[in-house]
């Protein structure tokens, strides 16, 4: 049975955060260099690595991101060998090299502490999302996890002449420096989405990608709205 199980052992650490097969994420823990993770992820890890609840940086950047079950994010330190998972979800790592991305707060599993970061209303929503719609800014030097509902797709905006409108159940990232503004439509309301009537769309323009989800489905996320 050993030799039937060999090929899913872990194998050699060759970057920071990196995949482990479609649904988990491997991270390299050092002291000094620690992790904030979706509370409830975490579903392995070796040697010796600690875990703090809500810590205060959390409390101060994202008091504003609330969700029934409060901030979702942890903080891990210490040193050894981190899994994390969100419930089969694909998970997507990115190393951003000085580079910016905007997440949807669902979308988020994991990145280093030591990048800058903070959570921001996405102008010009209101009107169409209720309160609006939350997501998490990242920038500078460091990794960070993604998950997505299914295999994602990069869409590269291009020259910025045309919009991209993506389904705001099924977005998950953006370049931060876009433009984004929403849209409604009751052409497209048997195209996009699963529910009928009215079609709600977010456009985007301008310089950079967007990421989206094969899945539309707002019961398999919670929006996080202030």
């Known amino acids: 049975m050993n030799q039937q199980l060999a090929g899913f052992a872990p194998t050699a650490v060759a970057a920071r955060m990196e995949n482990h097969g479609r649904s988990m994420v491997k991270i390299a823990m050092q002291s000094g260099q620690d992790v904030f993770a979706r509370t409830g992820s975490m579903v392995a890890y070796e040697g010796f690595v600690q875990y703090q609840p809500n810590p205060p940086a959390v409390r101060q950047i994202a008091g504003q991101w609330i969700t029934g079950e409060g901030t979702p994010l942890m903080q891990a330190s210490g040193d050894g060998m981190l899994y994390l998972a969100d419930y089969g979800a694909d998970v997507v790592v990115i190393n951003l090299n000085g580079e910016g991305l905007s997440v949807n707060g669902t979308n988020l599993l994991a990145f280093d502490a030591s990048l800058q970061w903070g959570v921001e ?40 002449e045309d919009e991209t409108y993506v ?14 503004k929403g ?31 094969p899945s539309e489905d707002s019961t398999d996320r919670l929006r996080i709205r202030g």
């Not at 960070?144 to 869409?155: E, K, N, Q, Y």
């Not at 052409?187 to 009537?197: D, E, T």
Request: net charge positive; proline share 4%; hydrophobic share 40%.
């Open 121 to 160: 209303r996405v102008k010009g929503l209101a009107k169409f999302a209720g309160q609006g719609l939350w997501n998490v800014k990242l920038g500078g030097q460091g990794w960070v996890a993604l998950t997505s509902r299914g295999a994602p797709i990069v869409v590269d905006c291009g020259s910025g």
């Open 167 to 180: 389904d705001p159940d099924a977005l998950v990232a953006w370049s931060p420096n876009l433009k984004v």
């Open 183 to 213: 849209k409604r439509s009751f052409k497209a309301s048997s195209m996009i989405g699963r529910g009928s009537g009215e079609a709600y769309q977010m456009a985007f323009s301008g310089q950079g990608i967007v990421v989206v989800q």
